[in-house]
């Protein structure tokens, strides 16, 4: 099957450091072309993806979120991408911008959408799906994200997944400190975690992206304070340092704020043999098995006797859920089994869409 993949314009697929879209598309790419399926990625051109590469622009682009860059880029993939049997796209422009670069009199139909929604199904969001529906197949990327689209009809649920031969469990001895992974934030809720370590003595490892003036604002205001004085500023970890500090943490303290639509974090935790300790938001519920792979606290004071009790896990089992749950290879599974349904309703029978 030939699949067109639309990246979007903001960070090479894969990151160099934090960017959990890029990170899945990445092993989506890569998981559809080891089942021997021609895997055009539209990304830019910086990418080192090991698939058939296509881009706009040779950078990264810094002006996140801006609609015109997302536009362009959008309109060129579409036009690049017309003789593919389905269209996977995950930006939010795309399914409007794109057709209209093929849509001229004469023209066959451009090949079918899905468009995976990774971002929250805020009103705005909602608006701009409801119309995207119209002509691309929307997937959630879990079933929490699904009852909070706000009435767009949601195709698929997909969880995601990652390369687990990338991650590299080690014996429960030598591991010792808590681990923070994530973006600096409220939301990602840094300040607890800093308040569990303290309460439970234990060493708090921070590695995070911190480069919005909002995100060191709330450094500075909530999390410098916690940590006293001269006390070293958290710095972004690259790929390969993230995977070493899941590896040898004791566990993952994930105590976010929101509904967070999925949460790329706690799988790569889990494929490490990390234990996850999260407050229950959002999708959380659907990647923490309570009491087997980790811990879904109702509070703070929760969160401290999970830490207490973090040694009656098996490190063993986390591995062994993200190897059945939320590998690579069951996520191109399940997209490639929606590329089909979506192909055949295109060209068939509408009914058949999901």
Known sequence: ??????????????????????????????????????VRLFTVAVSTCPVRR???????????????????????????????DVIH??????????????????AA???????????????????????????????AVSHAHARSAHGVPVGAVVHHGVDVKRYHPRP??????????????????VHVAVRVAARTGRQLVIATKMRQPEEVAYYEREVAP????????PEEATLEEATALLAGASALLNPIAWPEPFGMVMIEALASGTPVIAFPHGAAPEIVDHGRTGFLCGGEDAMV????????????DCRIAAERRFSIERMARDYLGLYLRVQRAAHHDPALLP
């Open 54 to 84: 296509l881009a706009l622009f040779g950078e990264a682009q810094d002006d996140m979120g801006q609609a015109l860059t997302e536009a362009a880029h959008v309109a060129a993939a579409y036009e690049a991408l017309q003789d593919v």
């Open 89 to 106: 796209d995950h930006t939010l422009l795309g399914p409007l911008v794109g057709p209209l670069t093929i849509d001229h009199a004469g």
């Open 305 to 316: 006797e999970a830490v207490r009790r973090i040694d009656e896990l098996d490190r063993g």
């Open 172 to 189: 429960s001895a030598e591991h010792g400190y808590l681990l923070f992974l994530g973006r600096m934030s409220p939301d990602k809720g």
């Open 226 to 233: 916690l940590l006293g004085p001269g006390a070293e500023r």
């Open 109 to 139: 139909p451009g090949p079918p959408v899905v468009l995976t929604h990774h971002n929250p199904f805020t009103p705005e969001a909602a608006r701009v799906l409801s119309v995207v529906a119209r002509r691309a197949t929307v997937v």
């Open 1 to 38: 099957m030939r699949i067109g993949i639309v990246a979007p314009p903001w960070l090479p697929v894969p990151p160099t450091s934090y960017g959990g879209i890029e990170a899945m598309i990445d092993g989506l790419a890569r998981g559809l072309s080891h089942m021997g399926h021609d």
